[in-house]
């Protein structure tokens, strides 16, 4: 399966700041997804990040809040703009690779606290 | 409205014996069932998967039931290893709409005891 990188892997930040999240794959993926797991929650999936276009986003989540980038098959980048404790959160990015099509592979997830 | 349930939070289990894990959903849309082990600070890994056409899916220690009728899939770890500790979560999807979208369940923590 795929190698996946997340920077950064922890970070602490204040409230109305954003922070960029970077994933990156050791090989071209066919898609890649974001996710965020709330504390004592389930994983949900944000948007599917879309190589060369605008990601697509699930119910709840929005552009402005969540813009995202995949530049190219390897990698892609989730901001979270303007953020509030609530914002509080694992963000992970997974991927489907090409061996597969019905199983996704996460990376390590990106601890985010905002004070 | 929660699509795949886990109610059983938290499971423990003796080394050696056989751990189970359930998993309900609502939705008789879904017709791709997984589940993934997560350590803390890791990111989920994929576990072992089922598709509906099938009613039992065998990989080493790990099978995974599924009973359509019933909504109920289940996980079976034989013989648990103290190594196997972790939160476990299923997920459905459903392979015709192409978005690849996972419902995820809200997880099982299971604790082997040595």
């Known amino acids: 399966s795929a190698v996946i990188s997340q920077k950064p892997s922890r970070d602490i930040c204040q409230r109305g700041t954003s922070l960029t999240i970077q994933c990156q794959v050791d090989?071209?993926?066919?898609?890649m997804f974001w996710y965020r797991q709330q504390p004592g929650q389930s994983l949900t999936l944000i948007a599917t990040?879309?190589?060369?276009?605008?990601?697509?986003?699930e119910s709840g989540f929005v552009i402005d809040k969540f813009p995202i980038s995949r530049p190219n098959l390897t990698f892609s980048t989730l901001t979270v703009s303007n953020m509030s404790p609530e914002d509080s959160s694992i963000y992970l990015c997974?991927?489907?690779?090409?061996?597969?099509?019905?199983?996704?592979?996460f990376g390590p997830g990106t601890r985010l606290t905002v004070l | 409205d929660q699509q795949v349930k886990q109610n059983s939070p938290s499971l423990s289990v003796q080394e050696g014996r056989i751990s189970i894990l359930n998993c309900d959903y609502t939705?008789?849309?879904?017709?791709?069932f997984l589940w993934y082990k997560k350590y803390p600070a890791e990111g989920p890994t994929f576990l072992i998967s089922i598709s509906s056409i099938k009613d039992k899916n065998e990989d080493g220690r790990f099978t995974v039931f599924l009973n359509k009728s019933a909504k109920h899939l289940s996980l079976h770890i034989v013989p648990s290893q103290p190594g196997d500790s972790a939160v476990y979560f299923c997920?459905?999807?459903?392979?015709?709409?192409?978005?690849?979208?996972?419902?995820f369940g809200t997880g099982t923590r299971l604790k082997v005891l040595a």
């Open positions: 090989s071209q993926v066919t898609m």
């Open positions: 990040a879309n190589q060369g276009s605008e990601a697509t986003y």
């Open positions: 997920a459905a999807y459903r392979v015709p709409s192409g978005t690849y979208k996972y419902i």
């Open positions: 997974s991927v489907i690779s090409g061996a597969s099509y019905n199983e996704q592979f």
């Open positions: 939705n008789s849309m879904f017709d791709y």
